[in-house]
């Protein structure tokens, strides 16, 4: 971690962007693979947003991308982007945005034992502990829930929210170990190289899967493209370099809290927009969920 203070407005700044456009994003990725291939549109989404930040790299800063840098891209990538984001993507072909968000916010309890166990970090407080505990309750119940209590694979959903649950083990672990992977000392030139990698290697699962061949111009939706467009801009240059550069400067127990915020965004836009039902076990798992935040966030950075 960075042992210099980062200034109030950069930290919260970076804060929001997680909290509230990456709550957005699922939705976002709903809309998208509706007429998108998810690995394909995956693959798109961190290439332009690579290629972007990258350029603007190559332009304003001094610090060159290296081939040993690149090597660990890709070892960051293949974990958190192509496991992680790409088992999202695909599994919410199925599952609501909302459904996902809210599973999603189990990885603060991988960040925690992950980052004490494998990167020795220090050992969990009381409220940490409590709060990443409510957070994998809230999570258990509302799968269950919507797998109708039972975890038979012929769920409707029930593949697709195991697949997140998966993602979720890769992402904490990929971002645990970008923290210190020597793919740059530029936070943005570091975010533009794992993002470029991130790309490539989701354009090599979706030939491996097959889908350009079930690529149609014709049948791509003015809305899938926006959700697309929406996913580089915001939810990749904005939300994910806020992510990186904040995993330098803090605690990844309090980083990854936004797993926990996101669901609540997610939940009001997948009712608001997306058309999709709350029930009153997602609300009282969003209700847990607020109150786990309160707990892991209640000290200060300085406290670190």
Known sequence: MNTQQPSRLAYYSAYAALYLIWG???????????????????????????????????????????????????????????????????????????????????????FVIFDWLFFKSRKPTVAETLGVILGFGGTVFLVLDQAGYSLSLSGTHTVGMLIVLAATVNWSMGALYSRRAPVAK????????????????????????????????????????????????????????????????????????????????????????GGETISGPMLAAATVIIFSVILITRSHPSDA
């Open 24 to 110: 957005s994003t699922y939705l976002a990725i709903g809309f998208t693979v509706e007429t998108i291939p998810p690995f394909f549109s995956g693959s798109m989404r961190f290439f332009l947003a690579g290629g972007i930040l990258m350029a603007w790299c190559l332009l304003r800063e001094q610090e060159r991308p290296t081939f040993r840098g690149f090597i660990a891209a890709f070892k960051v990538a293949a974990v958190m982007l192509l496991g992680g984001y790409g088992c999202v993507v695909w599994a919410q072909q199925t599952v609501p945005s909302s459904v996902a968000a809210l599973i999603i916010s189990i990885e603060p309890l991988w």
């Open 186 to 273: 530029s936070s943005l030139l570091s975010t533009a190289m794992q993002m470029s990698a991130g790309g490539i290697l989701l354009l090599a699962a979706s030939f491996l899967a097959g889908e350009p061949a079930r690529i149609s111009l014709d049948a791509i939706s003015p809305k899938s493209v926006a959700a697309l467009a929406y996913l580089v801009l915001f939810g990749s240059l904005m939300g994910f370099t806020a992510f990186i550069w904040l995993l330098k400067v803090d605690r990844a127990s309090r980083v990854i809290t936004h797993t926990f915020v996101n669901p609540l965004v997610a939940i009001f836009l997948g009712w608001s927009i």
